[in-house]
């Protein structure tokens, strides 16, 4: 791990991940454009329809998957006795550290005069899978996922609420959710579009709702390899009685973004003056170093300046940040 360090001198603002650090606040993501979607269509080349048996008496069709209107469309369905639903994942395993955010509007409705999501089990994840021979045989172990949106039957009961966390692998055909955080007191999530983002880089996974953060992990535990994305609704089987009367209900997503870090130089930058600070190509750097020792250097009303290095950041001399300016360093390992 890199050693983080620094010498400050007058005057410095320091903030660690605030709620402003991801997209588009921070211009040292840009958006992987081939990895992303806007559900103009279904891409097949990005994307699988899944099928086979869910939860329950739940089974996953490519019939409660489309796209229209520009949003992807994940129904829930119920024809006696099974329980529909869809689903897509990624064809590849290609999604690497980066910031993951779908804009989605998640089923439920109002049950007995008030919001009700339960019996919905919604979900925006990453993760890596494997196969092995053992028991059970075939074992497929999925590995190192990530869940940027995943509140069970129970938990989505009153439709406002998300649940995000990450698993590390357990033995074989077993995990172990190493982290979960708990959302209470949103929006209710059926009466409008909200954004569900996680920011993935080496040994931090952090967790954003509507763009501001709510949940930071730091561990070992943190993954390591490419993911698949997956998007899906299931039925929580237990929780079956409250839906019945009101499906087919449908997660609608208007779109998927995918980012990556600029590319990351792992220069020196040293800034003199203002005009460095505008004209800086936001790309991690090795080191950062503001001002001479004699230099005064303001930033102007209306900043917002992110900067990310892996060994450290040096201000020497005045380094002003006025009321209304923003300013963050963002201490980030790469891979």
Not at 43 to 61: D, P, R, V
Not at 116 to 129: H, I, M, N
Not at 151 to 159: F, K, S, V
Request: some cysteine; glycine content about 8%; charged content about 15%.
């Amino acid at each position: 791990m890199n050693k983080i360090i620094f010498v400050i001198s007058i005057m410095f603002f320091y903030c660690n991940l605030m709620g402003q650090s991801g997209p588009p606040n921070d211009k040292n993501w840009q958006i992987v454009s081939a990895k992303s979607d806007d559900f103009t269509t279904f891409n097949t080349s990005l994307w699988n329809k899944m099928q086979g048996s869910g939860y329950g008496k739940e089974y996953i069709t490519p019939n409660n998957v489309s796209v229209s209107n520009g949003k992807l469309n994940l129904i829930i369905s119920y024809s006696n006795p099974t329980y529909y639903s869809g689903g897509v994942v990624s064809n590849n395993f290609d999604y690497s550290y980066g910031y993951f955010e779908i804009y989605a509007k998640l089923p439920g409705r109002n049950y007995n005069g008030q919001p009700c999501g339960q019996g919905f089990w919604p979900a925006f994840w990453t993760y890596y899978e494997t196969h092995t021979g053992s028991y059970p045989t075939p074992c497929w172990i999925i590995l190192d996922e990530i869940d940027i949106l995943e509140p069970n039957g129970y938990q989505y009961r009153d439709a406002q609420t998300n649940v995000v966390g990450v698993h590390d692998e357990l033995g074989s055909c077993l995990r172990d959710k190493t982290d979960n955080s708990q959302l209470d007191n949103l929006p209710t999530l059926f009466n409008g579009y909200h954004k569900f983002a996680a920011e993935w880089v080496p040994g931090k996974v952090f967790f954003y709702f509507d763009d501001v953060l709510f949940h930071s992990y730091y561990s070992d535990h943190v993954p390591e390899y490419s993911q698949r994305t997956q998007f899906n609704v299931a039925v929580a089987a237990e929780d079956t009685l409250p839906i019945l009367t009101s499906l087919p209900d449908t997660m609608r997503i208007d779109y998927f973004r995918y980012y990556e870090l600029v590319s990351q130089d792992m220069n020196d930058e040293l800034i003199t003056v203002y005009s460095d600070i505008t004209n800086f190509d936001y790309a991690v750097k090795r080191s950062i170093t503001i001002g001479t020792g004699g230099s005064n250097i303001s930033l102007v009303s209306g900043d917002n300046v992110i900067f990310r290095a892996t060994d450290y950041l040096n201000i020497l001399g005045a380094f002003t940040v006025p009321t209304g300016s923003e300013f963050f360093f963002i201490p980030t390992e790469i891979n």
